[in-house]
């Protein structure tokens, strides 16, 4: 598995969706729950796939009609860099959020 030379919010967002799932996710299931438009996501998960960080494969269920979905999942590898990736950005998104609690009234 490759390092990744850049990470940034639609990075952290992809791997986020998909470390949150139990299964395998479908390209346009990504851009919907992320809100990236499929130009940067499609890139990103070719990108995520030649690092080593994500497998892909064809949905070929023959129950659902239309066209066949290309699914991706995490690597054991790119699940656990995930997961750091994730917890670094959600770190460090807390330290810049204003401090909103009750200590600020005072």
């Known amino acids: 598995m490759e390092p990744l030379a850049r ?32 130009g940067s996501v499609y890139p990103l998960l070719d990108r995520l796939e030649r690092a080593g960080w ?6 070929d269920d023959p129950e659902r009609r239309g066209p066949r979905r290309r699914t991706y ?3 054991a590898d790119g699940a656990r860099e995930a997961a750091k990736v994730v917890a670094r950005r959600t770190a460090r998104a807390k330290k810049t959020l204003p401090n909103t609690g009750p200590e600020a009234a005072r």
């Open 7 to 38: 990470v940034g919010g639609a990075t952290v967002d992809v791997l986020a969706v998909l470390l949150d799932s139990d299964r395998p996710r479908w390209g346009l299931e990504i851009i919907k729950v992320t809100g990236r438009p499929s």
């Open 73 to 75: 999942r995490l690597t």
């Open 54 to 59: 994500v497998s892909s494969e064809w949905d």
